[in-house]
């Protein structure tokens, strides 16, 4: 079955740790998505990306990195400059990027913890 | 600025009740409407899309939505609410703004009460 998985589903992180969110998609979509889902905020963008080695900062980039080293990958690293990463965090992909009729098909998603 | 607002917080009905989400949106040019839903923990899955055409639109598990330009409103509706529609649903609307952009309303909440 075609689809987009997250992993880990739960991740802790310390103090000054940077941690990566999995995000991998085998769709064949060309653009991917990060979101971060806050209680009552919906979702904001991250980061996205339309083709490999090829992203764009969304609304709320500082303190996340990303990578696009393959088509069908797509993960999002949370900085230490993170100061308030506890979050629901939701990978998307979908066709093209760039229209704004695409629908956007979205993983499970990883709830990242502060220990 | 391109916005989408979603009125209410939460929302309670019955088991075979009707319900009636609302959605409004700001974007100044022909809107691209969506309509998600999450389950709890889970990502989000389309329900419907308005693009153009038919101002009533249906979508998956008994959902439509009609599109009032007038009232800049896309409000979806349920004739009879199954225990299973519990879920947070999300209004959305793509905005072509210096490039492509998924604006998303802050959710509506649906409790269903037997």
């Known amino acids: 079955d075609g689809g987009i998985t997250q992993s880990p589903k739960y991740l802790f992180r310390k103090e000054g740790q940077n941690v990566t969110l999995s995000c991998e998609q085998n769709?064949?979509?060309?653009?991917m998505y990060w979101y971060r889902q806050d209680p009552g905020q919906g979702l904001r963008l991250i980061y996205y990306?339309?083709?490999?080695?090829?992203?764009q900062k969304g609304d709320i980039a500082e303190g996340y990195s990303v990578s696009r080293e393959k088509k069908e990958s797509f993960p999002l690293t949370v900085t230490s400059a993170q100061k308030n990463p506890t979050a629901f965090y939701l990978c998307?992909?979908?066709?093209?990027?760039?229209?704004?009729?695409?629908?956007?098909?979205f993983g499970p998603g990883t709830r990242l913890l502060v220990l | 600025a391109q916005s989408v607002t979603q009125p209410d917080i939460h929302i309670t009905v019955s088991e075979g009740a009707s319900l009636e989400l609302r959605c409004n949106y700001s974007?100044?040019?022909?809107?691209?409407l969506f309509w998600y839903v999450q389950s709890p923990g889970q990502g989000l899955q389309l329900l419907l899309k308005y693009f153009s055409g038919d101002t009533l639109v249906q979508g998956i598990k008994g959902f439509e939505a009609e599109f009032k330009r007038s009232q800049s409103s896309f409000n979806l509706r349920k004739p009879s609410v199954h225990w299973s529609d519990a879920a947070e649903y999300f209004c959305a609307v793509g905005a072509q703004t210096g490039g492509f952009k998924t604006i998303f309303g802050a959710g509506t909440r649906l409790f269903v009460k037997a």
């Open positions: 990306s339309q083709i490999v080695n090829d992203f």
């Open positions: 769709l064949n979509h060309d653009a």
């Open positions: 974007y100044g040019a022909t809107p691209y």
């Open positions: 998307a992909s979908s066709m093209r990027q760039g229209r704004p009729q695409e629908t956007q098909y």
